[in-house]
C-alpha cells in the first residue's frame, strides 16, 4: 500500500520546524507560520527607519544621541544596525524560548521618552541613558526568572491595561504629527493646525499620511513602509521639479534639477556599520554620576519600560485574541524573559528598550501561531541590514508617518472598555488622555493606577479591590513626587 505524505508535505508534521516548534498542536503548518513570519516583518519593517530618527540627536534642535566626531548620517546608520540586532535577539529568543509568534524590536513611545525625556528635558547624558536600560532589563530578567514580573502585572486594573494601548497610541500620534508640521505650538490654545498650504512639509506629509491610511485600509501588505518610501520619492521629485529649495523635504544629495551623484554614492556606500561608538558606551554610563541620581534615573526608566511592556503585551494578546476571560496573556512570563532579553541587550549594543509590537496581530491575523513565526521575522530583520543606508536618506517627516498610522490603528483598543461602569471609566480616560497631555506614557499609567482604587472605594465597591492594587496606586503616588517635585532634576 502507498503511503499518504500529505501531513508531511503540507508542513503539519514531521520535519525539524514543525516538530519544535510543536505546529500539529496550535492546528498551523510551516507555509503559514512563514507567511505570518513575513507579513508581521513588512507591517513592522519601518521601525528600521523610525527608531534611528527618534533616537538621533541634532546639535541645538533636536535631543538624542550625539556622538562626538561622527556626523547625524553616521550615527543614524549605527542606530539602524543596532536598531536590527536588537530586533533579531530579541525575537529569536521569543522564538525559541518563548515559542509565541510576537516579535520585537525597540519600542516607540519608550524611545522618545528616552531621547526627548530623559536625554532632552532630563539633560542626562545618552550613555547614562543606556547604562539605566541596561539596568532595568537586568533587573527585569531576575523580576521575570522568580515570577515577581508576571506577579504585579497580575494586579494591574483590567480597566487600565485595555486603555494602555490607546494612551501610547495618542502619545506617538502628537509625536509624529509634531515632525509632520501638523501640529505645531500656539501661545493661546498651546497647540493649533500647522500652515499645511504654505509648509511643504506639512504638504508632503499630508498626502503622504492619506496615501498611507489607503493603502493600509486596501490591506497592502508593507504599508506603512511603502507610504514612507512613497512620501520620500514624492519629496525627491518636487525638489528635482524646482518647486522647493535644496534640504527642505528631500536628503541633501537633491537639487533642483538634478541630482548630486558624488554625494548620493557616499550616502549609498557611506552608511556607518561600525557600531562600536554605540556598543558597550553604557558602561561609561556609570561612571561621574552621582549614586541617587542614577537610581532615580533607573527607577523612572524601570516604571515607564515595565508597565509600557505589560500593557503592549496585553495590546498585542488582545488583537490576537490571545487573552483569557481575565484579560491576562496565559504563560506571560516567557515572552517577559524574551523582553526582558531584548531590552539588555538592545541597551548594551545603544539602543532604548526592547518590546513586543501590536504589529504581530497582522502576522496572527495570517495564521501564526508559534515561534516559527517570530523566527521569520529574526531572520528577515536580519537580512534587513541592507535597508541600513536607506534609513539615514529618509527626512523625519516621512519617517514619522508610522507613528501615526499606528498610533491610530492602536486606538481601536478602547472598544473593550466597559465605559459604562465608572469605576472602569475613570481610570481608562485618565490612562488614555494625561499621556499625550503631559508627553509621558508613565504619567498616563501611573494616573489609571491612582484613580482605580479612588473610584472602587467612592462608588462602595471597595471589596473589589486588592491590597496590590493600593500597594501599587501608593507606589505610583511615589513616583509622581519623584518626577514632579524636582528632586530628579536637582539630583542630576
Known sequence: MGTDTSAESSGTSGGLL???????????????????GLTTFLTMSYIVIVNPSIMAGIEGEKPGII????????????????????????TLVMAFYANRPFAQAPGLGLNAFFAFTVVGALGIPWQTALAAVVVEGIVFILLTAVG????????????????????????????????????????????????VASDPVAALSVVGLFLTFALYARGVRGSILLGILATFLLGV?????????????????????QILWGQLVDALFGAQYDVSPLAGAFVSGFTGVDGFAFALVVFTFFFVD??????????????????????????????????AVGTTVGGMLGTS?????????????????????????????????????????????ASHIALVVIGVVMLRNVVDIAWDDITYAVPAGMTILVMPFTFSIAYGIAAG??????????????????PGHVALAGAFVVYFFVRTSGLLSAAV
Open 306 to 339: 515595565f508597565f509600557d511592556t505589560a500593557g503592549t503585551l496585553v495590546g498585542v494578546g488582545q488583537a490576537g485574541d490571545f487573552l483569557d476571560e481575565n484579560g491576562d496573556l496565559p504563560d506571560i512570563d516567557r515572552p517577559l524573559m524574551a523582553d
Open 449 to 466: 493606577i491612582v484613580s482605580y482604587p479612588i473610584v472602587k472605594v467612592f462608588a462602595g465597591r471597595g471589596d473589589e479591590l486588592r
Open 148 to 195: 515577581a514580573r508576571e506577579y504585579v502585572i497580575g494586579l494591574f486594573p483590567e480597566p487600565v491595561k485595555f486603555a494602555v494601548g490607546t494612551g501610547i497610541g495618542l502619545f506617538l500620534t502628537i509625536i509624529g504629527l509634531q515632525e509632520m508640521h501638523l501640529v505645531v505650538d500656539d501661545p493661546a490654545t498651546l497647540v493649533t493646525l500647522g500652515p
Open 67 to 90: 556622538v562626538e566626531g561622527f556626523s547625524h548620517g553616521q550615527v543614524v546608520s549605527m542606530l539602524a544596525v543596532v536598531t536590527i540586532l536588537s530586533a533579531a535577539v530579541a
Open 353 to 397: 528598550t526592547v518590546t513586543t509590537y501590536i504589529e504581530s496581530a497582522s502576522g496572527v491575523d495570517e495564521g501564526g501561531r508559534t515561534g516559527l513565526t517570530a523566527l521569520t521575522v529574526g531572520v528577515l530583520f536580519l537580512l534587513s541590514l541592507a535597508l541600513v543606508p536607506l534609513a539615514t536618506a529618509v527626512p523625519l517627516y
Open 237 to 257: 521629485l518636487v525638489t528635482l521639479a524646482g518647486l522647493v529649495g535644496q534640504g527642505a523635504v528631500a536628503p541633501s544629495f537633491v537639487a533642483p534639477g
Open 18 to 36: 514543525a516538530d519544535y516548534f510543536d505546529l500539529d498542536a496550535h492546528d498551523t503548518d510551516v507555509s503559514t507560520e512563514l507567511l505570518a
